[in-house]
């Protein structure tokens, strides 16, 4: 099998498409009569035995007919759409299937995909509108992201045609119906997949029954076949050409494909300068082969072997992945780079030229790479640029010479940021702290400054946490609502070295998260010492920490060092120390005790103002956010436009109960009803959580959005009504504006019918939390940013959390939570 990564999911899990090698191609190298019949049924499955006559795409219905290769050669020019899906941009093409009696049935958006070689429908319901004489006996399977959570789909193949815009119809088509998918484009206005990888061929299975999909496809292909416009493409007379174009904009017309003599006879040649003109692999993946990366802005360049190419670390275009994805390397400088307030300057990447010729240099304006989130952390050497790339450059590909010539498009014409000192981020001069002052036990108050950046495919809210044995090595964790840990990550033997043998215990933490997926969790020793929050503002004496000895998925790259739960009645359970060694597969069995998360401890300790507030701008960068401690939090300047007061539940998980949500507004409004609201199960769990960087809600909410957007109906707002806290109080209704969140992808469905309002809310909304009197109090906050500043870059986590955040399920459950009681041991 070929195997190639795709960044498909911004947040994860990964898409790695699979493919076999062309089962005819395999019995051609076996010989004899094996040969002639694997080709024929290639042939015949491709439509080339059949005469126009037979096919039910040829009746003299108004229908378009289908298009012989010569009038395929003839100027075209497809429309696509831009919107985005799973946390990033993808382009639209609309597609129609021709139904078995020669009618153009209902439009279809599907995601062009020049790293994929499917066409294939999500909607079931097409099945019954194609005749029989359309359906094969062969199916597709197709399963991503091997060894994490179920990805892909199965569905029987079909042939007909298929109609494009603008009057081009592709017949003898060969298409899949999806019969049950996992994760798939089949949300958000998107209803399937158009691949036009321009060598590489779909799957063909005997077809037979598979039910709800598993976790693989069967074992023996029996064919395989080219996606039609490929087809078309190759078999038609003259150049083989095709361009791609992107506004870099969302919305309908932003993009289009040309074909044929369209492709360089276009406004996008003609107002072009040729950057020049780059040679495409044999694979057919667009595969490129990349010399070097530079950043201006430090002056530093990788090349050799560091950016190596090859199958297993695949150098290609790929319009189906929203960001440029470059090695770790490259992104850790940036960061710092970012970190230091130079002047960002832009990204280079250089490809190897055709024939030997001069090599291609592309040129990334960083800043507006880093404000609209289009590059990330992938793998160690292999390079993807995808969609962000167009923005930038029309692609004009001539597969049969392998060439790629890319026209940089004029700077009016590109999707860029506007630098403003509000955007640019603020690095204060080095200081000293000032010295700590002890927890005293009264009424006090803090103001604790929080940085907003981005991990694991959207924005968290990191703290700084230090030792008071070392005060020079702070570490950015990230703030959780939604879990009781504090752990640091790796570097055990430097933290340890700093801190005195009296402050290890002979107790462990060990945490492990998204059961049933892949590994996520870390296990580590207990310390008790001294800690040192934002600088010096506020010293936690005596807390409990543990220090990661192994860990897998947790928030430990890209800036981020560790986890900082703030759960107010949740505590981190205790075990006696044991070595797991370095691969965490499970947790001890016996429970020694709990501890309190030591920003709570000190939370409770502050007499007569157990109080909590949360702040963020919405935008990124230092300083962003706040964490008001005490008398603070009901007095500080975002606490002047409230609108209620919310009950908050017995858990301490900041569980909330949601009434009702209403999508939309006026007329076209629905409300839907009956939401559970069980803090002790996570798929039914109403909460808010700082550590998920979404709005997640039940597929029923997502899907009312997605039928106003595809009325054409204005979407309005998203309203959640919460129960007030004081009983008879009419519900406090948090609104949000919806193409706001599907804009910036803030909004996404859960896996149950619970609620989490994550990171988003904050956006909007001040929360001033009363432990004591289990109280959220909600302040419109209406500076909320509508830009993204510059982030630090991002590595997507290998599989996601549950819900995207830390939540903890099992402490959820009943007879898991593990509350403050006299009886309890409390161990550190």
Same mark, same amino acid.
């Given at each position: 099998?070929?195997?190639?990564?795709?960044?498909?999911?911004?947040?994860?899990?990964?898409?790695?498409?699979? #493919? *076999?090698?062309p089962a005819s191609l395999a019995a051609c190298r076996r010989g004899g009569v094996a040969a002639i019949l694997a080709l024929c049924l290639s042939l015949a499955l491709q439509g080339c035995f059949i005469s126009g006559g037979s096919d039910a795409s040829t009746s003299s219905n108004s229908s378009p007919s289908p298009a012989s290769p010569a009038e395929t050669a003839r100027l075209h020019k497809i429309p696509l759409s831009a919107r985005p899906w799973s946390g990033g941009m993808r382009l639209a093409v609309s597609v129609r299937p021709i139904g078995s009696s020669g009618e153009a049935l209902e439009a279809q958006e599907l995601v062009l995909d020049t790293g994929s070689s499917t066409l294939a429908f999500c909607d079931s319901a097409l099945a019954a509108q194609l005749g029989a004489g359309q359906r094969t006996e062969y199916m597709s399977c197709n399963m991503y992201n091997p060894g994490g959570a179920t990805t892909g789909y199965w569905g029987r193949f079909y042939r007909g045609a298929v109609a494009l815009a603008n009057g081009l119809t592709l017949g003898h088509a060969v298409f899949s119906v999806m019969q049950d998918e996992e994760s798939m484009p089949c949300t958000q206005g998107f209803k399937g997949i158009f691949g036009i990888a321009f060598k590489q061929l779909d799957v063909a299975y005997a077809y037979r029954e598979l039910g709800t999909l598993g976790s693989k496809c069967p074992d023996n292909p029996v064919t395989d076949f080219a996606e039609p416009m490929m087809q078309a493409l190759q078999s038609a007379a003259g150049s083989t050409s095709l361009g791609i174009y992107w506004s870099g904009e969302a919305g309908d017309d932003q993009g289009a494909i040309y074909l044929e003599a369209a492709a360089d006879n276009n406004?996008?040649?003609?107002?072009? +300068?040729?950057?020049? @003109?780059?040679?495409?692999?044999?694979?057919?993946? #667009?595969?490129?082969?990349?010399?070097?990366?530079?950043?201006?802005?430090?002056?530093?360049?990788?090349?050799?072997? &560091?950016? &190596?190419?090859?199958a297993t670390k695949p150098c290609i275009m790929d319009t189906g992945t929203p960001v440029l994805s470059v090695p770790r390397r490259v992104t850790e400088s940036i960061n710092e780079l970012l970190a230091s307030g130079a002047p960002l300057g832009s990204l280079s990447v250089t !490809? *190897?030229? @055709?024939?030997?010729?001069?090599?291609?240099? !592309?040129?990334?304006?960083?800043?507006?790479?880093?404000?609209?989130?289009?590059?990330? *952390?992938?793998?160690?050497? =292999?390079?993807?640029?995808?969609?962000?790339?167009?923005?930038?450059?029309? +692609?004009?590909?001539d597969y049969r010479a392998g060439t790629a010539t890319f026209f940089e498009k004029p700077a009016s014409q590109q999707s860029s940021t506007t630098p403003s000192p509000t955007l640019a981020p603020q690095v204060a001069p080095r200081q000293d702290p000032p010295a700590p002052q002890p927890n005293s036990g009264a009424a006090a108050s803090y103001? !604790?400054?929080?940085?907003?950046? $981005?991990?694991?495919?959207?924005?968290? %809210?990191?703290?700084?946490v230090g030792l008071s044995a070392d005060p020079q090595g702070a570490r950015e964790l990230l703030l959780d609502t939604g879990s009781s840990t504090l752990a640091f990550c790796g570097e055990e033997g430097r933290l340890v070295a700093s801190l005195p043998p009296s402050a290890a215990t002979e107790y462990m933490s060990c945490n492990m998260y998204n059961p049933g997926g892949a590994t996520t969790g870390y296990w580590g020793r207990f310390y008790k010492s001294g800690l040192i929050v934002a600088g010096g503002d506020l010293q936690l004496n005596a807390s409990a920490f543990s220090i990661m000895a192994a860990e897998t998925g947790m928030p430990c790259i890209d800036g981020f060092q560790g986890i900082f739960g703030v759960a107010f009645r949740q505590l981190d359970t205790a075990f006696p120390y044991t070595d797991l060694g370095p691969s965490l597969t499970k947790c001890p069995q016996d429970v020694a005790g709990d501890v309190v998360p030591p920003l709570m401890?000190?939370?409770? &300790?502050?007499?007569?103002?157990?109080?909590?507030?949360?702040?963020?701008?919405?935008?990124?960068?230092? &300083?962003?956010g706040r964490l008001y401690l005490g008398a603070a939090a009901t007095s500080n300047e975002h606490t002047a436009s409230a609108i209620g007061t919310a009950k908050l539940g017995e858990l301490g998980f900041y569980d909330i109960t949601v009434l009702e949500v209403t999508v939309g507004s006026g007329a076209a409004a629905r409300t839907i009803? =009956?939401?559970?609201?069980?803090?002790?199960?996570?798929?039914?769990?109403?909460?808010?959580?700082?550590? $998920?960087?979404? %709005?997640?809600?039940?597929?029923?909410?997502?899907?009312?959005?997605?039928?106003?957007?595809?009325?054409?109906?204005?979407?309005?707002?998203? $309203?959640?009504?919460?129960?007030?806290?004081?009983?008879?109080?009419?519900?406090?209704?948090?609104?949000?504006?919806?193409a706001t969140l599907r804009q910036k992808g803030w909004i996404a469905a859960g896996t149950g019918t619970g609620v989490i309002l994550g990171l988003p809310m904050w956006a909007s909304y001040y929360t001033a939390i009363d432990v004591a009197a289990h109280t959220v109090t909600f302040s419109s906050t209406s500076a909320a940013a509508t830009t993204v500043s510059p982030a630090p870059i991002v590595e997507p986590e290998p599989e996601p959390f549950p819900n995207w955040g830390f939540f903890d399920a099992a402490k959820a459950a009943p007879g898991g939570e593990r509350r403050l009681q006299e009886t309890d041991p409390i161990v550190v």
């Open positions: 099998h070929n195997r190639i990564i795709h960044l498909h999911h911004l947040r994860l899990p990964l898409f790695a498409m699979v #493919y *076999a090698t406004p996008h040649v003609d107002s072009g +300068t040729v950057a020049g @003109v780059a040679r495409l692999g044999e694979v057919g993946w #667009y595969d490129i082969d990349v010399l070097e990366i530079a950043l201006s802005g430090m002056g530093q360049v990788w090349g050799g072997s &560091s950016l &190596s190419c090859n !490809l *190897a030229g @055709v024939g030997g010729g001069p090599p291609v240099t !592309l040129q990334f304006d960083l800043q507006t790479l880093l404000e609209k989130q289009w590059i990330q *952390a992938g793998s160690d050497t =292999g390079i993807i640029l995808g969609l962000p790339m167009w923005n930038w450059y029309y +692609t004009l590909f103001e !604790l400054p929080l940085t907003a950046k $981005t991990w694991g495919g959207g924005m968290r %809210l990191a703290i700084s401890k000190e939370v409770r &300790s502050l007499a007569g103002a157990e109080q909590l507030g949360i702040f963020w701008s919405g935008a990124v960068g230092p &300083s962003q009803q =009956g939401f559970s609201c069980s803090p002790r199960s996570s798929g039914s769990a109403c909460i808010m959580d700082t550590g $998920t960087p979404v %709005l997640s809600v039940p597929k029923e909410v997502l899907t009312a959005i997605e039928e106003l957007e595809q009325d054409g109906s204005p979407t309005g707002a998203l $309203t959640f009504s919460l129960e007030a806290a004081e009983l008879g109080a009419p519900p406090v209704s948090l609104i949000f504006d919806i």
